[in-house]
């Protein structure tokens, strides 16, 4: 016989449990009530089908009659089980109270409940929130977290939104879970979860609803903090890819701002030094043209009025440097000059007109803006042209940042529903289509 372990000097000493001593007579009590209240039911059934079964058929000739069961024979026999079942009853339930006791819990309410509630709070709105329930709920892990020997027998009702979950079927005579989901319309609900005992009623309890409330409801738990997490990450990852986008088009817009500043600052150093009141004129062309760009510099938005003022600007004081030789003519409509429309992008083609266009053409020139909408499918589409009578396509035409940066910046901001469109005009020059889609702000 080995002899009992013993602790170290040094470990701290072993709480000692008590339980509640009024819900240890309560837990007791029921339990006793419930087991024989089960157990009677059956000894009932018993006794009653007894008398059919002792008169059952006649006698055979030299046989003694058998004796009819008298309500003596029977009260004492039903006496006997109660009080075998009582001791056996108050054994299970001390034999109970006894694991608690060295798993250093106390006994609770919930623990001797028959039925146990949970109310879990989630994050989704009721159609996401049932889904996750039943993807959840459905699965082999579940059934071997709840002892059973594969997935739980399963049922739901998405219009009620509710689920049923058990060892066997049908779910209402065994232990079973109720999960439901609430029906507020929102960003969040919360879910109901409900064991019931079933015919286990009558059985004593020891904690088996407790555990499988619990069981249940750390695996809806877990479940919606996994998806959650998911959606944060997912969230996370397009804020990280708005950011960079908004870095690149910064990156790709501060190109083109310089490169149509400088030029014009060149021309009017030039015309400083040849006319002063064409320079006088150009630089308040030039000073409108920044009061009008300097608060968008930096942003991915404009509208199309704003471009066109920013064009206007633009052309006015190329009229200036190249005289007779540039013509332009600006045809949009009023009600389009409040649509959204990108920055830095209309002024490059126009920009690329002129230079590549019209300054190698030894002959005067006109450059025309319009635009134009239209509906395609769910959405609507802008379109702005930029079309002149120059030189036409040439192997020059393009280059740089004008054109490449245009197609990039439109990839970022709208994938595959924009397009630029370059081609020969009628006869002669170049036609470029600008079209982007619509996108109207919702107050």
Not at 379 to 405: P, R
Request: net charge neutral; proline share 6%; charged share 20%.
């Amino acid at each position: 016989m080995s002899s009992p372990p013993f602790l170290p000097f040094n470990a701290p000493p072993v709480p000692e449990v008590q339980h509640d001593r009024r819900l240890v007579r309560r837990y007791l009590l029921q339990s006793a009530l419930r087991f024989n209240a089960g157990s009677l039911l059956f000894l009932s059934l018993a006794i009653a089908l007894l008398p059919l079964w002792l008169k059952l058929g006649p006698a055979a000739p030299g046989n003694v009659a058998p004796h009819v069961l008298t309500p003596y024979i029977a009260g004492g026999v039903v006496l006997a089980v109660m009080v075998w079942l009582a001791l056996m009853s108050g054994g299970i339930a001390r034999g109970f109270l006894a694991r608690l006791s060295e798993e250093g819990k106390a006994l609770s309410a919930e623990a001797m409940a028959s039925s146990v509630t949970r109310r879990i709070e989630a994050p989704f709105n009721p159609y996401t929130t049932f889904d996750l329930c039943t993807e959840s709920l459905s699965g082999l892990a579940l059934g071997t977290a709840l002892g059973y020997a594969g997935p739980p027998a399963f049922f739901h009702d998405p219009f009620k939104g509710r689920v049923v979950l058990g060892r066997w079927r049908p779910l209402w005579l065994g232990r079973h879970v109720e999960v439901k989901v609430s029906s507020d319309l929102g960003p969040s609900c919360h879910i109901e979860l409900r064991c019931r005992p079933g015919l286990a009623w009558f059985a004593i309890q020891q904690g088996e609803s407790l555990k499988i409330a619990e069981t249940v409801s750390a695996q809806l738990s877990q479940h919606l903090a996994r998806h959650a997490s998911a959606l944060d990450a997912a969230r996370r990852e397009r804020e990280l890819e708005r950011t960079s986008l908004q870095a690149r088009l910064s990156a790709l817009q501060a190109q083109v701002e310089p490169h149509f500043l400088f030029n014009t600052l060149a021309n009017l150093k030039y015309l400083i030094r040849t006319d002063q009141q064409a320079a006088q004129d150009m630089l308040d062309h030039l000073v409108g043209y920044l009061q009008n760009a300097m608060p968008d510099m930096r942003s991915v938005s404009s509208t199309l009025g704003r471009e066109m003022d920013l064009v206007s600007d633009y052309l006015a004081v190329m009229r200036i440097r190249m005289g007779a030789r540039l013509r332009y003519a600006v045809d949009v409509d009023e009600e389009l000059r409040g649509l959204p429309f990108p920055p830095a992008m209309l002024i490059s083609l126009v920009e690329n007109a002129v230079k590549h266009g019209l300054e190698r053409a030894s002959r005067p020139g006109l450059i025309t803006i319009s635009a134009s909408h239209e509906s395609k499918g769910q959405g609507e589409l802008l379109s702005v042209s930029v079309v002149d009578d120059g030189v036409g396509l040439t192997e020059q035409a393009g280059q740089g940042t004008g054109l490449a940066n245009i197609a990039e910046r439109m990839l970022l901001l709208y994938g595959r529903e924009a397009s630029l469109l370059v081609a020969p005009g009628d006869g002669q020059g170049v036609r470029a289509v600008l079209t982007v889609p619509i996108v109207r702000s919702h107050a």
